[in-house]
């Protein structure tokens, strides 16, 4: 294979890493993170204050790791005091129409899901 023909991806299995890769990018509180930061760069608070829902520890620690992943950039901002603000990266601004897709793909199947729920718990009662 010569360096103008792109590498084939065998998509048969995950590998160890693309399956590390993916836990890290789509769980709970990355798609919230990523999402609410491809509407806009935010500090800290300011996200804490766009996702309630998310505690100060899993918070740092989702930052932390998206910025490993390359998908977030932590912005110092020479201002008194110092501030800190978090954007997108270019990499990680190619995950937004993945994350649209999965938001409405949840969305529109929401009531068969929970018809799915409601027959197997009801079956699971008859067990």
């Known amino acids: 294979m010569d360096e103008t023909t792109p590498a084939r991806i065998e998509y048969s299995q995950i590998a160890t890493e693309h399956r590390e890769l993916l836990d890290q990018v789509l ?4 798609l919230l993170v ?3 930061l ?5 500090r800290f608070n300011e996200l804490r204050r766009a996702i309630p829902t998310v505690t100060q520890k ?6 932390r790791r998206l910025e490993r ?6 912005v110092v ?14 990499l990680g601004a ?3 129409d993945l994350i649209d897709a999965l938001f409405g793909w949840a969305t529109e199947h929401m009531p068969r899901v929970d018809r799915a729920r409601e027959a197997f718990d009801g079956a699971a009662g008859d067990r």
């Open 34 to 36: 990523l999402d609410t």
């Open 77 to 90: 901002i020479s201002t008194r005091p110092v501030a800190v603000e978090y954007r997108i990266s270019d």
């Open 58 to 63: 899993s918070l740092t620690v989702t930052l």
């Open 27 to 30: 769980d709970k509180w990355s």
């Open 94 to 96: 190619t995950l937004q």
């Open 69 to 74: 992943n390359g998908m977030v950039d932590r």
């Open 38 to 42: 491809c509407e806009s760069p935010r």
